[in-house]
């Protein structure tokens, strides 16, 4: 059992119990515990991307029952969902997590922790290390904690559901404690999800205390990277992510610097997603989707168009019939090209400007995290 838990992707949903209102702790735990886990050599998804995905699915922030914990783990290609409760006692938090397989009715043995608030990132640290028991030690195990006054910033910050105002005070947080390396990637990550690229791709390119885990330190430059990109900075993002390529090369790392590629008209673009989809990564879908349209504006409409009706085997994807559209129009074949466009219209009728083929159109799928199967 320890085996099938502790595979695969891990997701942490989090909600508080406490009747005091209002309650961060649990806000916290779901923001350190997924980079806990992931210096113990677990692949987790970080508590910006779950808050998205919450989102994205319309679960609310309240108790979630197992089957919605479920839904948002599969939502986000686990195969491991961690359900956290927690409880605030007055200066003593109590934490309870529960390990479940997303594939399989398999469930792992209740973990309970308690410990005074002042103590709250080694009662964290606990849970993944009982979370990840085969896990090769980690010196000190316990990446350096915010600082107990940054942290009654941090915490309630990470409860505010806008980004703009959770960036705001995240990044009040981090100036209390700058040397935070957590607090550096929940901010950055904040600050991305907010669209402000600028102040995430200044700070994360700000120097890391020595001493710093190396993982830690490249999930920064990774979400560094993918700022650039959305800023349109493409030269500067193929030069960071060329450096992480050489370091370990991954399917999130490939794909984005193929989107570099792509817009900076580079050939190779498409052969950079072709390599981006032999590695493990349950975002294969979206590498595709990069691929094609990098094949259409390769020259290329005839190969893309194989692949787009392979890819189509879901009719709800507007964009991927959007793709269907433009291969068929470069290719001179109308009769089809407008049967596909009158369904994608029915679909999604904001689409009615995109008939023609546009390299304006920022479509390609950018990676915020990386995947270390």
């Known amino acids: 059992m320890a085996l099938v838990l502790a595979a695969g992707l891990t997701v942490v949903s989090s909600s508080t119990?406490?009747?005091s209102e209002p309650s961060w702790i649990c806000a916290y735990v779901a923001e350190r515990l997924p980079s806990t886990l992931l210096l113990l050599g677990d692949d987790t998804v970080s508590g910006e991307e779950t808050r998205a995905a919450r989102a994205r699915l319309s679960l609310s922030e309240a108790i979630?029952?197992?089957?919605?914990?479920?839904?948002?783990?599969?939502?986000?290609?686990?195969?491991?969902?961690?359900?956290?409760?927690?409880?605030?006692?007055?200066?003593?938090?109590?934490?309870?997590?529960?390990?479940?397989?997303?594939?399989?009715?398999v469930a792992g043995a209740l973990i309970e922790v308690s410990r005074p608030l002042a103590d709250l990132a080694t009662a964290i640290d606990e849970i993944a290390r009982r979370l990840s028991p085969d896990a090769p030690p980690f010196?000190?195990?316990?990446?350096?904690?915010?600082?107990?006054?940054?942290?009654?910033?941090?915490?309630?910050?990470?409860?505010?559901?806008?980004?703009?105002?959770?960036?705001?005070?995240?990044?009040?947080?981090?100036?209390?404690?700058?040397?935070?390396?957590g607090l550096r990637l929940s901010t950055v990550g904040a600050l991305i999800t907010a669209r402000d690229?600028?102040?995430?791709?200044?700070?994360?390119?700000?120097?890391?205390?020595?001493?710093?885990?190396?993982?830690?330190?490249?999930?920064?430059?990774?979400?560094?990277?993918?700022?650039?990109?959305?800023?349109?900075?493409?030269?500067?993002?193929?030069?960071?992510?060329?450096?992480?390529?050489?370091?370990?090369?991954?399917?999130?790392?490939?794909?984005?610097?193929?989107?570099?590629?792509?817009?900076?008209?580079?050939?190779?673009?498409?052969?950079?997603?072709?390599?981006?989809n032999s590695l493990l990564d349950h975002r294969q879908g979206d590498i595709s989707f990069n691929r094609t349209l990098a094949l259409l504006f390769e020259g290329k409409a005839d190969r893309a168009l194989a692949r787009l009706d392979q890819a189509l085997q879901n009719p709800t994807d507007a964009r991927t019939r959007l793709l269907r559209v433009w291969a068929l129009r470069l290719l001179n074949r109308e009769p089809e090209r407008a049967e596909e466009w009158e369904r994608l219209l029915n679909l999604a009728p904001s689409f009615f400007r995109l008939g023609k083929p546009d390299l304006a159109r920022r479509l390609e799928r950018i990676f915020f995290s990386e995947r270390t199967p």
């Open 17 to 19: 119990v406490s009747t």
């Open 64 to 105: 979630l029952t197992r089957a919605s914990n479920l839904a948002l783990a599969r939502s986000l290609g686990a195969t491991r969902l961690v359900v956290v409760r927690c409880a605030d006692q007055g200066e003593i938090a109590t934490i309870k997590a529960q390990a479940f397989d997303a594939v399989r009715p």
């Open 139 to 181: 010196e000190g195990l316990a990446f350096p904690a915010p600082s107990v006054k940054s942290l009654l910033v941090a915490g309630p910050a990470l409860k505010l559901s806008a980004a703009s105002e959770r960036s705001r005070e995240l990044t009040v947080a981090l100036g209390v404690d700058p040397t935070s390396i």
């Open 197 to 276: 690229f600028e102040a995430a791709i200044r700070l994360a390119h700000l120097p890391a205390r020595p001493g710093t885990p190396a993982a830690l330190v490249r999930a920064l430059r990774f979400q560094a990277s993918a700022a650039q990109l959305e800023a349109g900075r493409y030269a500067e993002a193929r030069d960071t992510l060329e450096t992480l390529r050489r370091a370990r090369e991954t399917a999130a790392v490939l794909n984005n610097l193929g989107v570099a590629g792509f817009r900076l008209r580079e050939a190779s673009a498409s052969d950079l997603f072709e390599r981006a």
